[in-house]
Nanobody, 115 residues
């Protein structure tokens, strides 16, 4: 079955960096668009960044210039490099795989930005 497993979350101070990774299995990874979403307490889940099967990227305005999404089709992984983190980035971060009618989510990883 399809599995998406996120890793790399944790506690970081404001201004710090974290790199999230999502390992995918059970799907033709290279055919899927991959996305990172986040959900803060009491808020809706929102798109953070997405990378298409062809490598085209889309970012939320709130993370442009700070976050970078990348994928390694040979390793079936997608990463999210997060720099200049602020407390407003605190959330559970989810990995998503999307392909015309197929939609899979990981279990999420907690990112907490606090001094």
């Amino acid at each position: 079955q399809v599995r998406l497993v996120e890793s790399g979350g944790g506690l970081v101070q404001p201004g710090g960096s974290l790199r999230l990774s999502c390992a995918a299995s059970g799907l033709t990874f290279g055919s899927y668009a991959m996305g990172w979403y986040r959900q803060a307490p009491g808020k809706r889940r929102e798109l953070v960044a997405e990378i298409s099967s062809g490598g085209r990227t889309v970012y939320a305005d709130s993370v442009k210039g700070r976050f970078t999404v990348s994928r390694d089709n040979a390793k079936n992984t997608v990463a999210l490099q997060m720099n200049s983190l602020s407390p407003e980035d605190t959330a559970v971060y989810y990995c998503r795989a999307i392909l015309s009618g197929y939609d899979y989510w990981g279990q999420g990883t907690q990112v907490t930005v606090s001094s």
